[in-house]
């Protein structure tokens, strides 16, 4: 694969594309590189960690925020704000970075996030709670945009997966770390200080961000796209409350779904006639002219519908159904990170070595809906060893789709387009997750009613309804006929659960099939079209 006809030199040994951005760092002839770059990639690690921890760890010590605040039925809410937000504002701040440069806007977003964590966890009530993470939801949609953005200038797709070690590294400290450390925090010093803990360590990540990240500055006279976002914003959020409040809140032909109903279908169609006459649209319709992009944007979705919704309903049944305490709950997830991070690490590999890419979407999707079959099988019976070889099939089939999903995104748009390349696939991730929140807590929370109602009548219905308080260490102390009850009820929620999310991702698998393999930048270049440079031989960023 030769140069594109719209490299230009930029002063410093790089190549760049129509916009000027250089397409990538400098390489040795080793293939290595240098130790400056280096130090940003650990930097922007140490970012991406403090988004992927957050939500570990808030996931494991979740039964017990709600048991203190009381309020079961507000569940999801407490991750739909987080990700409402998160979507609402990905795609501004990967416009605000290509037009005003990433390092000033990426580290606003860490600011951002810092202080909704700091609010968050001095809630004193479920409304408070709510609320502060929406604010630190705000911060989150810029933290893993930036970071996505800045790998996707810096290195090619087909060179990234020799740097997946780093990523995988922080997945295994997120992940696996993550529900230990929740768990821990819950059971010794308490929920608040799954928010607090953010604190530090984004203060690292501010310090290391600031001294290693040199990136040009920009000024852009172009004024962002605010009426598309405000469409755009208007329209998912009222989509999620018709997920979140039909049939639970509202019947679903009240007055009040439909108007929901109408109201996100008009703010959507606005949203495209906007996009279609400004000069820098938010999201740009253009990208999804590409085939591939358009897949990997749906697949992407169902990936972050899934993965949401298993980190929020498994610590539950662990805790509830298989007594476990919040810090073993989130050893007991161990199974499932271990799979994904082991087949991300292997995915990377033979990426980079063949080019090949389609297997692993494929292989991977099937895995999705084989795992959430098998999780739905779960009961008040299942061992914990029986449900840890599921986890290991869903994690492995997450760890397929992860870093792959949003390669083929990246390497589906031109360079110019990187920066809302990577904010549309975050986006499109991060609506799936809280589309995914949203559908299984109104899925859960009907069905464990429904149970109680069953086994123990009158009784059962005020304990799960009204924001009746059930924190797992009170169960310990109810009458054994209401704690069996109630661990029926949890068990058939997630069943139900699960059984819907692997209905929901054969619908991923039959999209991976019509992805085309189309070859990744930065691979190989035949011996005659190398020049003196190393660089020279990493290709420029094309149009796909």
Excluded at 27 to 37: E, F, L, N, Q
Excluded at 390 to 406: D, E, P, R, S
Excluded at 450 to 478: F, H, Y
Excluded at 518 to 537: F, I, N
């Amino acid at each position: 694969m030769g140069k594109s006809q719209h490299a230009t030199p930029t002063g410093d040994g790089r190549t760049a594309d129509r916009s000027g951005r250089p397409d990538a760092v400098p390489v040795t002839g080793s293939g290595k590189k240098p130790a400056g770059v280096r130090m940003v990639l650990f930097a922007l690690m140490i970012a991406m960690l403090l988004a992927m921890l957050d939500n570990m760890i808030v996931g494991t010590a979740m039964p017990t925020i709600v048991g203190e605040l009381g309020g079961m039925d507000h569940l999801s809410w407490v991750v739909t704000a987080y990700t409402l937000a998160t979507a609402a504002s990905t795609p501004i701040w990967g416009k605000l970075g290509d037009m005003y440069g990433r390092k000033g806007v990426f580290l606003s977003s860490i600011v951002l996030f810092l202080i909704g964590s700091a609010l968050s966890g001095m809630a004193q009530d479920m409304g408070q709670l709510i609320g502060f993470r929406a604010v630190q939801g705000l911060g989150a949609g810029g933290l893993m945009v930036g970071v996505m953005a800045i790998i996707g200038d810096l290195i090619p797709p087909r060179e990234r997966g020799k740097y997946q070690g780093m990523m995988a590294g922080v997945m295994a400290v997120a992940m696996v770390g993550g529900p230990l450390v929740g768990g821990s925090i819950t059971d010794h010093l308490g929920w608040r200080w799954s928010f607090y803990i953010n604190l530090p360590l984004g203060a690292i990540a501010l310090v290391m961000v600031t001294a290693v990240l040199h990136l040009p500055k920009k000024r852009s006279q172009t004024r962002i796209d605010y009426v598309g976002a405000a469409l755009l914003t208007l329209g998912i959020t009222s989509l999620v409350l018709i997920t979140t409040w039909g049939g639970t809140e509202y019947d679903w032909l009240s007055g009040q779904i439909i108007g929901l109903g109408v109201l996100g279908v008009v703010a959507l169609a606005l949203f495209l006639v906007v996009e279609r006459r400004v000069n820098e649209p938010v999201l740009p319709l253009h990208i999804f002219r590409n085939g591939n992009f358009s897949l990997i944007t749906l697949i992407g979705f169902l990936v972050g519908f899934v993965m949401f919704g298993s980190m929020t309903f498994l610590p539950l049944f662990q805790q509830t159904v298989q007594g476990a305490s919040a810090t073993n709950s989130g050893l007991l997830l161990l199974p499932l990170m271990g799979g994904l991070l082991v087949v991300s690490l292997i995915a990377g590999r033979v990426t980079t070595q063949t080019g090949k890419y389609k297997i692993f979407v494929v292989g991977g999707s099937g895995l999705l809906i084989v795992g959430l079959v098998l999780l739905s099988l779960m009961g008040v019976g299942t061992t914990r060893f029986t449900s840890s070889l599921y986890m290991v099939v869903l994690g492995a089939g997450m760890g397929f789709l992860m870093q792959t999903t949003m390669l083929i995104a990246q390497n589906s748009v031109e360079m110019k387009d990187m920066g809302v390349g990577s904010s549309s696939a975050t986006l499109f991730r991060t609506i799936g997750g809280s589309f995914g929140v949203a559908i299984f807590g109104a899925i859960f929370t009907h069905q464990v009613q429904t149970t109680m109602v069953e086994r123990i009548g009158k009784a059962g219905e005020k304990m799960t309804s009204g924001g009746a308080q059930m924190d797992p260490k009170g169960l310990s102390q109810l009458p054994p006929a209401i704690k069996d009850a109630y661990a029926h009820a949890v068990a058939s929620g997630t069943h139900h659960v699960f059984l819907w999310g692997a209905a929901i991702s054969v619908v991923g698998f039959v999209a991976a099939w019509f992805l085309k393999e189309v070859p990744l930048r930065g691979g190989p270049t035949k011996p005659a079209e190398s020049t003196a440079t190393a660089v020279d031989r990493v290709p420029v960023a094309e149009a796909v």
